[in-house]
Structure formats: structure tokens, C-alpha cells
């Protein structure tokens, strides 16, 4: 099929239309995301490609969600993208970065040309989760469902949890959850992504090959998860920076007696790896593992994740599920969602201060002492807020640095799929282990 003919997008999904309002009216989650006495009156949304007037048109009532095609002028908002994306979007398993109209807006960290949302982006705020279950539901009944892997199940768990009062630079003291698991003699600490919590490494924790090799520990940072408050805060004023962040680490290893640690974190935490490599001294790491990571990352702010109008709670796990490998475990990419809907108000917002344009290592990267603190990066090849390509361009200003990109996996590896991403892991630390000159 050429793409030429998704111009006219209608007539590429019509006939997957009588299905999908079949199953809208029996989905457990579009029932549970319309299911609410405060949608008291129906609104209707669209998709289209870019040049194109004719649309596919959804209608949400309370309760339900009805499609059909019409005029993309009927709709309160719009999703346009251009006609070779949805091709690609509606292919069974997508190819990386079509697996979410948020990568097709946002693809490689640059507005596209053709691709926007058109009316009301208050409205598209509003109705994220909506429009992203129509989505799939869309794209299965057309072409069948993406095969995901299926994760495996434990009777048992390896995890201990305790809290400990640390005392940090900016931040200050803070009671702050941690957990600990293996009996390996290689110390690693973990670290969450911007908005979430520690939990993220339970898989990780949890894995056989990973418990005999090491002694993990992952921490909630203050303000997150299960950890409290910090001194000064209050809701919605948090923010992050390098010395709050690296300050933090520094203080948690000495406080909970990590010696020759190892750090690991994805996302905004993977950033902070690249910080605490310039500051390995002073925090006291043998090396990092920067997951999703960059020397520099800037990105059109939006500030739906802290906004009077929206539901946080709903609207911020929507803005990082696109992140994540179509192929990872349901039950992995749900319990993603579920620590993003979670988190207190302006937490995620804040945590991206640094990630956007905060940290910026451009002229830092030259200077890391590799023998000292190897660096070894990890990319998901799904990931369209950090590409593989942006953590090689990294890696190449590091001398002696080692970049790896990670194949089936997105924004969220070590959750994503446990397994999978272990085997990378193993590599890393193994190569840090041969290079380090203590």
C-alpha cells in the first residue's frame, strides 16, 4: 500500500470501524476511563492525516465511545499526522518511533512538519487516556494486536525495604525509603526516572543473576514514591538540579555504606550518571550505567503535567506509555502507568527541570576519568525522548566510554521487560569491573 493512499485515512481503517464500537462497549479500560458522572456531555475528537479534511471521528459520552468517518470540522480537536506515519503506525508490530502518535509529534525531540494537534489542546489534554485506547483499539482490530512478551510469574520476593534519614545539600533531611536485595560483592545503586519511584527495579532486583552477582539498592528520591517530604517543601514547588541531585547520591551511599558503587538510572536519573562520572570522587562511585541518557537534552516545555485544567494523574502516565516497546509485557507497561499516576502534584514537572536543559554536560564529557569511573550507556531503541543516536553522540565525547543500544526495549527498560534488559546490565558491569583502576 502506497502512502499516498493514507492521505485519505478513513479509507484505510473503515472497515475495522463496526469492530472496534463492538469492543469500545465491552474494553474494561475505555469503560473505566469514560465510566464518570463528571462527563456530562458528549464530545467528539478526530484523527486525520495532514492535507486532509476527512476524518475519523470519535464521540465520547458517559460510559462510551462511538466512531464513525466525517468532516475533521466536527471535531473539538484533531490528530493529524502525515499519511506515511499512520502507515506505519498501523502495521501490526511498529517499527521504532511509530509505535505512538506521541512520537509522531514529538519524533527525535522536533515538531514535524504536517504533524500537530489541530482546535482545542486543552481538550486533547483532557482526553489523552481516551484517545490512546482508541488508538489501539483502532489499530487491533485493523491489523491484529502487537505479540508482546509475557512476564513471568514469582511466588517469592528478594526485596527488603527500610527507611533511613538522609541529610542533603538544597534538599536537606529527609526521610527517605529504600530496598535492598542480593548477596553479590558488587554494590549497585538504582535510580528512578523523573516522577516515579524505586519499584521500577523490582524485576531487576528479583533476578537470579542479578542476586547472586551484586547487592542492589534502589531509592526513592525525597518527595517520591514512598519517601517524605524534604525540608522546605511544599506542594508543587519541587525542582531539580545537578547539585541538588548529585548531592543526594553522594550523601545516600555514605549514609547507607556503599563502597565502590556502582550508580545505574534511566531518564533524568540516566543524566545524573553522566553527572556523577565529571563528581565521582566526591560521590563516590567506581562507575555508572546512564540509561536513556544524554549530555544535553532540550525539549518544547508543556505544562499540562502542572496545570490547574488537568488531571495530572491522568495525563502524565499518558505522556511517558508512548516511551515504552510495544512488544514489553502488558503487566510491566501497566505498572508503569500506575507509579506515573501516582506521584504527587508538580513532582514530574519538577524533576524535568533538570532533564530539559538543567543538566548540560556539553563541555564536561571530555574531562570523565574512565579508568577511575568507566561509563557504559544503555539505550532502548524504542525511546523517543532520548534516541539511541543522542546517547552515541555522548558516548563519543567520552573517552574510553562504551555505548550499547538495547533491542525491544523503550524509555523504561529495566521495568519494561526485566529480562531481557538484565542481559545488558550483566554486560556493563562486567566491562566496569575489567576497567576500573581503583
Known amino acids: 500500500m502506497s502512502a499516498h493512499a493514507w492521505t485519505d485515512l478513513p479509507s484505510q481503517v473503515e472497515s475495522a470501524i463496526p469492530k472496534v464500537n463492538d469492543i469500545a462497549n465491552k474494553d474494561?479500560?475505555?469503560k473505566a476511563f469514560t465510566t464518570t458522572n463528571a462527563i456530562d456531555s458528549a464530545t467528539t475528537w478526530g484523527v486525520k492525516s495532514h492535507g486532509s479534511d476527512s476524518a475519523i471521528l470519535c464521540t465520547v459520552k458517559r460510559g462510551s465511545a462511538e466512531l464513525r468517518t466525517g468532516s475533521s470540522k466536527d471535531a473539538l480537536f484533531c490528530l493529524v499526522a502525515q499519511p506515511e506515519q499512520w502507515q506505519?503506525?498501523?502495521?501490526?508490530t511498529p517499527v521504532a518511533p511509530y509505535q505512538s502518535f506521541w512520537v509522531l509529534t514529538l519524533e527525535q525531540n522536533i515538531k514535524q512538519e504536517g504533524i500537530s494537534v489541530e482546535g482545542d489542546e486543552q481538550a486533547f489534554a483532557t482526553w489523552t487516556q481516551v484517545w490512546r485506547r482508541v488508538l489501539e483499539l483502532l489499530h487491533d482490530a485493523l491489523v491484529g494486536e502487537t505479540p508482546a512478551e509475557a512476564e513471568p510469574e514469582r511466588d517469592d520476593d528478594a526485596i527488603v525495604g527500610r527507611y533511613a534519614y538522609i541529610t542533603a545539600?538544597?534538599?536537606?533531611?529527609?526521610?527517605?525509603?529504600?530496598e535492598q536485595s542480593g548477596a553479590g560483592s558488587q554494590e549497585i545503586l538504582f535510580l528512578h526516572t523523573a516522577g516515579s519511584d524505586s519499584r521500577q527495579y523490582h524485576g531487576v532486583m528479583n533476578d537470579e543473576r542479578m542476586l547472586e552477582k551484586c547487592h542492589m539498592?534502589?531509592?526513592?528520591l525525597p518527595a517520591h514514591g514512598?519517601?517524605?517530604p524534604y525540608e522546605g517543601y511544599w506542594p508543587g514547588n519541587h525542582t531539580n538540579t545537578e547539585d541538588s541531585y548529585v548531592g543526594f547520591i553522594a550523601a545516600a551511599i555514605k549514609k547507607l555504606g556503599l563502597k565502590n558503587a556502582i550508580v545505574c538510572g534511566a531518564s533524568m536519573a540516566g543524566q545524573v550518571c553522566l553527572a556523577v562520572a565529571t563528581r565521582s570522587k566526591e560521590v563516590g562511585a567506581m562507575g555508572t550505567i546512564p540509561m536513556q541518557g544524554c549530555d544535553y537534552l532540550t525539549m518544547e516545555r508543556q505544562w499540562h503535567d502542572r496545570s490547574p485544567h488537568t488531571n495530572q494523574?491522568?495525563?502524565?502516565p499518558e505522556w511517558i506509555y508512548g516511551m515504552m516497546s510495544p512488544t514489553a509485557p502488558i503487566v510491566n507497561r501497566q505498572l508503569v502507568w500506575h507509579m506515573y499516576s501516582a506521584q504527587a502534584y508538580g513532582i514530574f514537572h519538577g524533576d524535568l527541570d533538570f532533564y530539559f536543559?538543567?543538566?548540560d554536560g556539553r563541555d564536561?564529557?571530555?574531562d570523565i576519568d574512565t579508568k577511575s569511573c568507566p561509563v557504559y550507556m544503555l539505550t532502548g531503541e524504542y525511546d523517543w525522548s532520548n534516541t539511541p543516536a543522542m546517547s552515541q553522540a555522548t558516548c563519543d565525547k567520552i573517552p574510553g566510554g562504551k555505548h550499547m543500544p538495547m533491542k525491544g526495549l523503550g524509555h523504561f527498560p529495566a521495568t519494561e521487560n526485566p529480562k531481557v534488559f538484565v542481559g545488558y546490565l550483566l554486560e556493563a558491569i562486567d566491562h566496569i569491573q575489567k576497567t576500573h583502576q581503583g
Open 28 to 30: 474494561g479500560q475505555l
Open 88 to 92: 506505519e503506525f498501523f502495521k501490526q
Open 169 to 178: 545539600p538544597v534538599w536537606g533531611r529527609c526521610k527517605c525509603f529504600y
Open 217 to 220: 539498592t534502589a531509592i526513592d
Open 226 to 228: 514512598r519517601s517524605f
Open 313 to 316: 494523574a491522568l495525563y502524565n
Open 357 to 359: 536543559g538543567g543538566w
Open 364 to 366: 564536561r564529557m571530555k
